[in-house]
């Protein structure tokens, strides 16, 4: 697994994959490595038949072995690869090691009381893979930077939404505790599936602060570095697609399996690179 990152990319099928696959081919190779080093730092902590115990062994051995990787000598191929995008591109260290404790942080917590410390989780697991990306592609302004932080936040609330049951199911509720009390919603009740108008306006209340990152975002991205921020900006757009079916389904995730389909994917990542092709 850990051999072929393009490999990992292609069978996921995910988003990344479909919004990043036009780039050119050196910068396409480079985002397949970072895209295979977040899958596998994922997956680390995803496997259910493991301990935690396990799980924060191997997610230690992963960071021994990044580290080895700064100077080519880590054991695994993956990590060296990653470590040559790392200094072609010159991408910061500390997000890859600021997805590690975001990793670690599913481990440590399995819910959320306030708004704040989600915000944290939020910007390990996802802000920081905006915050490599955005050296791979290239950018004239720093705003962009806030740009890729924000970005991050609102795809990552967007997938909690959509993954409210799933995780719920696995012992993980990420909704905000101060914000279901809000709304006189019970994490039982969550566990159990009850679907009724305070679940909705919970769920709506929290869509509203995705919608207000994804505006965030839009008011840091400047118009002349719009061309080489094609891919990220197709992530954008797949995700308001997500986002606004989840409001259309009146978030009714318990019963409906909400998504963007491959089709749509595909259709959303190629008319974003198609109005920026002329300029990239």
Same mark, same amino acid.
């Given at each position: 697994m850990l051999n072929d990152s393009k490999k990992i990319s292609k069978e996921s099928k995910s988003s990344f994959y479909y919004a990043f696959n036009l780039l050119p081919a050196d910068k396409r190779d480079a985002m397949n490595d970072i895209y295979a080093f977040c899958r596998y730092t994922d997956d680390i902590v995803d496997n259910g038949n493991e301990s935690d115990e396990l799980k924060y062994e191997k997610l230690r051995k992963w960071r021994v072995e990044l580290e080895r990787a700064i100077t080519f000598q880590s054991n695994l191929p =993956? =990590?060296?690869k990653v470590s040559k995008s790392i200094q072609k591109y010159n991408i910061p =260290?500390?997000? &890859? @090691?600021e997805l590690i404790r975001g990793m670690e942080m599913d481990l440590q917590h399995k819910r959320y009381f306030t &708004?704040?410390? =989600?915000?944290? @989780?939020? @910007?390990?697991?996802?802000?920081?893979?905006g915050l490599m990306c955005i050296e791979i592609f290239g950018y004239k302004h720093p705003s962009i930077k806030n740009y890729a932080v924000n970005l991050g936040m609102a795809l990552q609330l967007t997938n909690i939404l959509r993954d409210v049951k799933t995780d719920a199911a696995n012992g993980r509720i990420y909704l905000p505790k101060e914000d279901m009390d809000r709304f006189n919603y019970t994490e039982q009740e969550l566990i159990n599936n009850v679907y009724n108008n305070n679940f909705v306006l919970l769920m709506r209340y929290e869509a509203s602060k995705a919608r207000k990152y994804f505006e965030e975002a839009d008011k840091n991205l400047r118009f002349d570095d719009k061309p080489a921020m094609f891919a990220a900006r197709a992530m954008q757009h797949i995700y308001c697609r997500l986002l606004a079916k989840l409001e259309t389904e009146n978030f009714n995730v318990f019963d409906k399996n909400i998504k963007v389909s491959k089709i749509d994917k595909t259709f959303l990542a190629l008319g974003v690179w198609a109005k920026y092709k002329l300029v990239y």
């Open positions: =993956l =990590l060296n =260290l500390e997000p &890859f @090691y &708004f704040n410390d =989600l915000q944290t @989780y939020c @910007y390990r697991v996802a802000s920081t893979v």
